[in-house]
């Protein structure tokens, strides 16, 4: 068997390699076939996995590649993981909407459109080199734009990932005093943008409007990836849970205001500390039993989508939270729109459980957001200026015609190498 790492140089590959690591039993004999464009992070990262592979005794092989072909060829699996354009764009996709009045985030709103347009024709590639039947499990963000622009316009299987609801459970679980190992919540709806009405505590459903009316609003302050104080603002106005990325469409005017405060970027405050954590990695490399403890990334990141590999590949009927065609798991939703909701996955792929209509107070919201995404991922395909602008019209974060355009041409123009299903007929 052999997976292909495809963004094998990234800052989170040491918590994929525990993740391998970790199901090594299961995948014995398997080939890793990392790749990555940038030919010095995938060496330390090779390095750090085959080491690590040695000391547990693990029956995996490590190969590197800086073409795609040779990575791809004779793949089961292939996972993508990379961030198109690296930190530097992801600056631009953060600052530029900031610049107009509008959260500038990676994922959600005008910076999620513009990564779209980055990643989505690296995945038309992966997708067109990778074999027919080969799985494409994806991390690279906007994961649900991505999975989207894959299954409706080539023959490619993927599965978009997101470890979120893992994350977001467990800040729920802290805010509500119950052990997250024991609790389990039906986050259903798009990527980035999913709720949960229904949480069970050891299979037994809780009562979330009595538990939220109890919930003391915590004080302290937000981190680059919760806010749990907005969060329990928001759940008990609710009356169910909203995902952390919740926090950029109920809270948009005062983030704006947080973001141009603090005056950098996440991306730039991530770059400042990667030379030191590269540093870390290949001083770990070079010892007997490398322990990468300092990862990104966290715990459950390289294990959830280590899990999904083994579940489509085991035929392990595994309850996970993937992006997947909807087919009327979500009823608020089309058919054919990809959504994130709890699935059983085996060798066939995800089959969604019946999560119903979203909950009112978000359901047109929701509906919005796929109208956009839906559009994202057309604009990503085609190189549409137009369908781009369209897009960026129907996201909620957008309230006007001229900004909307204002940021789509400085976008364009600022990531123009990256874009040529919009610049190569020029
Ligand atoms: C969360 C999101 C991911 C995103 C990541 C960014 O985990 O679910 O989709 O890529 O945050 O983390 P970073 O440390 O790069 O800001
Ligand atoms: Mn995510």
Redesign the pocket.
């Known amino acids: 068997m052999k997976i292909a790492v495809i963004g094998a140089g990234s800052g989170y590959m040491p918590g994929v390699v525990r993740g391998l690591l970790y199901r090594a039993a299961d995948l014995s004999g398997t080939e890793i076939a990392c790749h990555d464009i940038d030919a010095a992070h995938l060496d330390v990262m090779t390095r750090l996995a085959a080491r690590m592979f040695a000391a547990r005794g693990a029956d995996l092989t490590v190969t590197a590649h800086t073409d795609l072909k040779p990575a791809l060829d004779g793949a089961s699996y292939v996972f993508t993981t990379f961030r198109p354009g690296g930190l530097a764009a992801r600056h631009l996709d953060e600052s530029i909407p900031l610049r107009h009045g509008v959260v500038g985030q990676?994922?959600a709103g005008p910076g999620g459109l513009l990564m779209a347009l980055r990643s989505v024709p690296v995945l038309l590639e992966v997708a067109a080199l990778a074999p027919p039947d080969a799985w494409i499990v994806n991390?690279t963000?906007p994961?649900n734009i991505v999975a989207d622009a894959v299954a409706r316009h080539t023959g490619a299987r993927i599965i978009g990932l997101?470890?979120?609801s893992v994350?977001d459970t467990e800040m729920w679980a802290d805010l509500l005093g119950l052990p997250a190992a024991r609790l389990e919540a039906d986050w259903t709806g798009l990527n980035?943008a999913t709720w949960a009405t229904r949480v069970r505590l050891d299979g037994t459903p809780l009562d979330l409007p009595a538990l939220l009316d109890d919930l003391a609003v915590p004080g302290g302050g937000a981190t680059?990836?919760r806010d749990p104080s907005r969060m329990a603002e928001l759940a008990k106005a609710l009356g169910f849970l909203p995902n952390s990325y919740a926090k950029y469409y109920f809270f948009h005017d005062e983030v704006v205001a947080e973001l141009r405060e603090k005056g950098t970027t996440?991306a730039q405050d991530?770059r400042a500390m990667l030379p030191a954590y590269y540093a870390g990695v290949a001083a770990e490399a070079e010892r007997a039993d490398p322990d990468p403890s300092r990862e990104?990334?966290g715990g459950e990141?390289g294990e959830f989508a280590v899990d999904v590999i083994c579940a489509l590949h085991r035929d392990e009927g595994r309850r996970v939270i993937v992006n997947t065609r909807n087919g009327g798991a979500v009823a608020s939703l089309p058919g054919d729109a990809v959504v994130e909701v709890p699935a059983i996955v085996g060798r066939a792929g995800p089959v969604p459980l019946t999560m119903g209509e979203l909950p009112a107070p978000v359901r047109g919201l929701t509906q919005a957001i796929h109208a956009y995404e839906r559009l994202a991922a057309d604009a990503a395909v085609t190189g549409s200026r137009r369908l781009a602008l369209q897009a960026l019209l129907a996201h909620p974060f957008v309230r006007s015609k001229h900004t909307a355009e204002s940021i789509l041409d400085e976008g364009l123009a600022a990531h123009r190498r990256h874009l040529p299903q919009f610049f190569s007929g020029e």
């Open positions: 990676e994922t991390y963000n994961t997101c470890d979120q994350g980035h680059p990836w996440r991530v990104r990334g990141h």
